[in-house]
């Protein structure tokens, strides 16, 4: 079965692509929408594998060939393709969750204690060549451990997260569209209201789908003690960012530590004077061995779904 793979995979991915597809690999670049759209209408591809960084739009999918029956994303956000107009036109459009969960979760705690530590202060005095001892009470951060961690999100992500602060020792409540059955076995306090527990929380972490409009407003801010700590690893629109670089340069938000940004790659270059806010672009899954099992697991759903049969991580059928 002929698919496209529309942007740059990890070799093993790309082999596994070749031994079981009539594949066309793009290794050299991503597609935009007008190349992707050219190549599928020259190969007459049933399939397309893309990642989260190219966007489907309804226009986009409009202008796809009627030969297109599949879209599998290597990634679990699915917020790039319009998946109702896909839906509309007969295509499934498939994610990978789970594969990423650990790797994600690992970058939220990284970010976590790199603010929390001073890592970009820190880092710069090293790449300054340092030469002067800091005083005791100089440089100080602040420790993660007893204080409580505000986890907005429970799914997969959420939990990897809550399970890895608290062997930090840290305390874990949550915001979430439900509670979770075990929540008080596996340790957590469940809020119904997100401004209930804001005002608890020194640190808060997102773990949740794009909303579409901003979670953490300004009035969500300021609700949070002076001085926490936000991070951010699931998706830019998630915070209102003109009220955060607002709350760092009062005080209010004490450091952050952000790996996505509204208009990604473009991102509020504002961020980076700040001495407390620790910045990475958008690579929370960006292993080796997480980006290998998101390219195995998008080949999964192609293969699934040209043997005939329900791709398992199909999000619109
Ligand atoms: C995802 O898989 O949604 C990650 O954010 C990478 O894009």
Known sequence: MRIVIASPV???????????????????????????????????????????RQKLDATTIAALPETVKIIATCSVGFDHIDHEAARARGIVVTNTPDVLTDATADLAMMLLLCAARRAKEYAAVMDAGWRKRFALNEMLGVQPGGKNLGIIGMGRIGRAVASRARGFGMHILYHNRHRLPDDEAIGTRYFDMLEEMLPHCAFVSLHMPSAGSPVMTRERLDLLPRGAILVNTARGDLIDEEALLAALATGQVGAAGLDVFRGEPAFDLRFRDFPNVFLTPHMGSATIETRNAMGWRALDNLARFMEGRHPPDAINY
């Open 10 to 52: 990890p070799q093993a991915v790309a082999d596994r692509a070749e031994a079981e597809f009539d594949a066309v690999l793009s290794q050299e670049r991503e597609l935009d929408a007008e190349a992707l759209v050219a190549t599928l209408r020259s190969s007459a591809a049933r399939g397309v594998l893309v990642s989260s």
